[in-house]
């Protein structure tokens, strides 16, 4: 008897850029642990406070929103992603492994 595969569909929301204006680096763990945000990138500015730049679907931008975090969405990163896969090459430029990369990789 063979076992059954399951397969679990995985839905993904699509993911905004968004930018936050936080009082302190505390506030920002707290919010990207509580909400599971995707932390791009965190400055402290002139002014000791946070700027970050994190990635959120819209639930969770929703309730970021509920908790009158000072911020600004930006783009669909999720989509930009999308648009830009259209410029990568689906051939095969190593021919099933007749050809060999080059680069700059060290060989030891």
Do not use: C, W
Request: proline residues 3%; hydrophobic residues 35%; positive net charge.
């Amino acid at each position: 008897m063979s076992a059954k595969k399951i397969v679990i569909p995985i839905e993904y929301e699509d993911k905004f850029s968004v930018q936050l204006v936080l009082k302190d680096r505390k506030t920002l763990s707290e919010l990207v642990e509580k909400f599971l945000l995707d932390l791009v990138e965190a400055h402290e500015t002139e002014k000791r406070s946070v700027r970050a730049i994190v990635y959120a679907t819209k639930k969770q931008i929703a309730a970021l929103e509920r908790e009158k975090v000072d911020m600004k969405v930006g783009e669909n990163q999720s989509e930009i992603g999308r648009s830009r896969q259209k410029e990568v090459s689906n051939v095969d430029r190593f021919k099933g492994g007749k050809i060999p990369p080059k680069g700059l990789g060290i060989k030891k």
